[in-house]
């Protein structure tokens, strides 16, 4: 599961805690210490746990950052990270800083639940697989790196016609919107829904998250991904970059990505619109849950969704 769930002595309640970090992969400080913020509570709302009674955040400040740069960039890390705990209604109450050779950036979420509030996986055949944020983060924050140091593969990219200046940084602005957003709408509209578990979909890529997600399902059931929603263009380019991404193989890592969830097949549709309608945020659904030996598998030609995200 992705958080630890532990029963408590007393009270009957379970207390369900998870933690995460990495390095900066956008140039706003504020927006980083969003995303830091959204990636560790997605841990919980996978679980469909909406409410975190308390956060930690974990921050390493760069040993080579001047005192300018440090008192510059720290507090609007630390910003952004504290907004984006108000917006999913928690508190940040301690936490770690040390000198590091790199910066680093995460935060511990921890909740008491009782047993129900929580969504075990138990996919079923003939459900259907939905995913709340489109996939490409990792290539679209590359694209701008590459366009900002002007490099060889950017000077290719642009010479093909693949995608203009325009696009790439379009893709960048609606990643890093993508990633600072929470996922506890969805999280919140899973049991209403009845959904059938889910996972979060991070480091591992959308296949790597499912086949991990198959393989706790107490059903013996195989997950068929047959679309992918991606960022507009980033398709293009990952297929240009050879293996290097691997996205359209279903293993291009993301960060502070959208929740993969089995819903029942009746009712799956009815969450799209319905997170759309609350959220402002579509959700697709990608393929099906089939009879199997828990594991997923990816369409051998899967559809690609080109995604052009609302930013608000």
């Not at 509209?189 to 086949?211: E, S």
């Not at 849950?289 to 609302?310: C, F, H, L, S, Y």
Request: charge should be neutral; include cysteine.
């Amino acid at each position: 599961m992705d958080c630890s769930v532990t029963p408590l002595k007393h009270g009957g309640l379970s207390l369900v805690q998870t933690t995460d970090f990495f390095y900066p992969l956008v140039d706003d400080p504020y927006i980083q210490g969003k995303i830091a913020a959204a990636n560790v509570l997605s841990d919980m709302y996978a679980l469909g746990v909406t409410e975190c009674d308390n956060m930690l955040m974990l921050l390493g400040v760069p040993q080579k950052f001047t005192e300018e740069e440090r008192d510059t960039v720290v507090p609007l890390i630390i910003s952004g990270f504290k907004d984006a705990a108000r917006e999913a209604g928690t508190s940040i109450t301690g936490g770690q800083t040390v000198i590091n050779p790199w910066c680093i950036i995460g935060g511990v979420a921890t909740s008491a639940v009782l047993p129900n509030e929580i969504i075990p996986p138990h996919a079923e055949a003939g459900n259907v697989l939905v995913l709340t944020k489109p996939l490409g983060t990792q290539v679209a924050v590359n694209a701008r790196q590459w366009k900002d140091q002007n490099t060889e593969r950017y000077k290719r990219l642009i010479n093909s016609k693949l995608v203009t200046p325009e696009d790439i940084e379009r893709a960048y602005q609606e990643a890093s919107y993508n990633m600072a957003h929470l996922n506890k709408q969805a999280a919140s509209l899973m049991r209403h829904y009845n959904a059938r578990g889910a996972t979060d979909v991070t480091g591992f890529g959308i296949l790597g998250h499912a086949k991990n997600l198959a393989k706790y399902q107490p059903n013996n059931v195989k997950f068929v991904i047959h679309n992918l929603p991606v960022i507009a263009k980033m398709a293009a380019i990952a297929k240009s970059a050879d293996k290097l991404f691997q996205l359209l193989q279903g293993y291009s890592a993301e960060t502070s990505g959208g929740l993969l969830i089995a819903f029942p097949r009746e009712q799956a549709a009815s969450f799209c619109r319905a997170l759309e309608s609350s959220d402002g945020n579509p959700a697709w659904i990608i393929g099906v849950v089939d009879n199997g030996e828990r594991t997923a598998v990816m369409n051998a030609k899967p559809r690609v969704i080109e995604v052009v995200t609302k930013i608000t």
